[in-house]
């Protein structure tokens, strides 16, 4: 998994596609797809993200200001 810089900012218009909260993680899948989640469901499956090789943008730093 490659964490990049957000360059689209999330909105809480974002949902998690596992659970519906607002999403902190955008996944950009290999194949051209791509998944929302949260930040508990996206470390959740972190491990298989990497290994696919999934480019994600991570803004859960936001949740520190919450």
């Known amino acids: 998994m490659t964490a990049t810089l ?3 900012n ?5 949902r ?15 194949s ?3 998944l929302y989640f ?3 469901h996206g470390r959740e499956h972190e491990d298989t993200l990497r290994e696919s ?3 994600i943008v ?3 730093s936001r ?3 919450s």
């Open 10 to 14: 999330l909105t809480a218009t974002d």
């Open 6 to 8: 957000a360059t689209e």
């Open 38 to 40: 949260c930040n508990h």
């Open 16 to 30: 998690c596609d596992r659970c519906g909260a607002q999403a902190y993680l955008l996944v950009r899948l290999p």
């Open 32 to 34: 051209g797809g791509e």
């Open 63 to 65: 949740l520190a200001g």
């Open 53 to 55: 090789g999934a480019d």
């Open 58 to 60: 991570d803004e859960s």
